[in-house]
């Protein structure tokens, strides 16, 4: 079964800084899509980003990139500028791209942003 | 769009109670997921639905735990009789098509606690 690490429990950035949250998977497939998505405190969980393996340019949106390492099975998201309102858990997630495999979660991350 | 509809936001009820969460998908999608988060085991997938027929329930813990999607629009998940052990937070997600490469749309999740 497909896992999804990430070490690092809770994260702190201050306004306007850089902050990567990790993220490292296991499989032995290789056709499968990574996703970031964002749960601030209202609960909605948001799709942040989203990388397709078979694509080697690093995904990005805005303020946000992903530096996919296919071979080390990492998946790290790095927000630039950060703001206040970059303060969520992020969740990395796995899902491969055939047969009826849905998305596994990693559990989270905790990222505080300080003015 | 509304997006995917959960309710009630929060749910505190005794154990031994008949607790029903409800969730409304995105009109279209085809594919409902139920999933649940913990603090100790993160996000975990409990069943999906396609098309209205329930495909996957190996995530489903225990007999307690049953859920229905009588239509396109609307689905539950029943836990009868409620333990303290289920309190969490409850999130159902819809997609069109099952490896849709938008990942799922996520409703804010329904807060369950059992005393």
């Known amino acids: 079964a497909q896992t999804v690490t990430q070490s690092q429990p809770e994260m702190s950035v201050q306004e306007a800084e850089t902050v990567t949250l990790s993220c490292t998977y296991d499989?032995?497939?290789?056709?499968?899509?990574l996703f970031w998505y964002k749960q601030p405190p209202s609960r909605q969980m948001i799709l942040v980003i989203r990388?397709?393996?078979?694509?080697?340019q690093n995904a990005t949106e805005n303020r946000f990139s992903v530096n996919f390492q296919k071979a080390a099975k990492s998946f790290s998201l790095k927000i630039s500028d950060s703001q206040l309102g970059d303060a969520a858990m992020y969740f990395c997630a796995y899902r491969l791209n055939s047969g009826y495999s849905t998305l596994t979660f990693g559990k989270g991350t905790m990222l505080l942003v300080s003015p | 769009d509304a997006g995917v509809i959960q309710s009630p936001r929060h749910e505190v009820t005794e154990m031994g109670q008949e607790v029903t969460l409800r969730c409304k998908p995105i009109s279209g999608h085809d594919y409902l997921f139920w999933y649940r988060q913990t603090m100790m085991r993160g996000l975990e997938l409990l069943i999906y639905f396609n098309n209205n027929v329930p495909i996957d329930d190996s995530g489903m813990p225990e007999d307690r735990f049953s859920a229905k999607m009588p239509n396109a629009s609307f689905s539950t998940l029943k836990i009868q009789p409620s333990e303290p052990r289920d309190s969490a937070v409850y999130f159902c997600?819809?997609?069109?098509?099952?490896?849709?490469?938008?990942?799922?749309?996520f409703g804010s999740g329904t807060r369950l606690t059992v005393v």
């Open positions: 499989t032995s497939e290789s056709d499968y899509y």
């Open positions: 997600a819809s997609s069109l098509g099952f490896r849709t490469v938008y990942g799922y749309t």
């Open positions: 990388q397709e393996a078979y694509k080697q």
